[in-house]
Nanobody, 114 residues
Framework: VRVVESGGGLVQPGGSLNLSCVHS????????IGWYRQAPGKERELVAH???????WYDDSVKGRFSISRDNTKNTVNLQMHSLKPEDTAVYYC?????????WGQGTQVTVSS
């Protein structure tokens, strides 16, 4: 499995960003893709995931602010982030859920700061 994340940047508190994950190498017809994040000095954590059939899950810290979606025809999973907070600052990664250790990409940096 290979992933490429994009869409990060610097945004003010209350702002929005849309992250994109293009994945390849998944041969299963059903699978789950997750968005994870790692803040400085903290462990990587799962923030949301989506099944190829559409069901979703969100961590309580992002519920109501983040929205995950997928386009199976384009092997893309997006993460729309609204009402961003400074504590959302992190490097965001996508991977299968459960994750595959060898499949981590470079991630995309999200910085929420005024």
């Amino acid at each position: 499995v290979r992933v490429v994340e994009s869409g990060g940047g610097l945004v003010q508190p209350g702002g929005s960003l849309n992250l994109s994950c293009v994945h390849s190498g998944i041969t299963s017809t059903t699978y789950v893709i997750g968005w994870y994040r790692q803040a400085p000095g903290k462990e990587r954590e799962l923030v949301a995931h989506i099944h190829s059939l559409g069901s979703t899950w969100y961590d309580d810290s992002v519920k109501g602010r983040f929205s995950i979606s997928r386009d199976n025809t384009k092997n893309t999973v997006n993460l729309q982030m609204h009402s961003l907070k400074p504590e959302d600052t992190a490097v965001y990664y996508c991977n299968r859920f459960p994750f595959i250790p060898a499949a981590w990409g470079q991630g995309t940096q999200v910085t929420v700061s005024s």
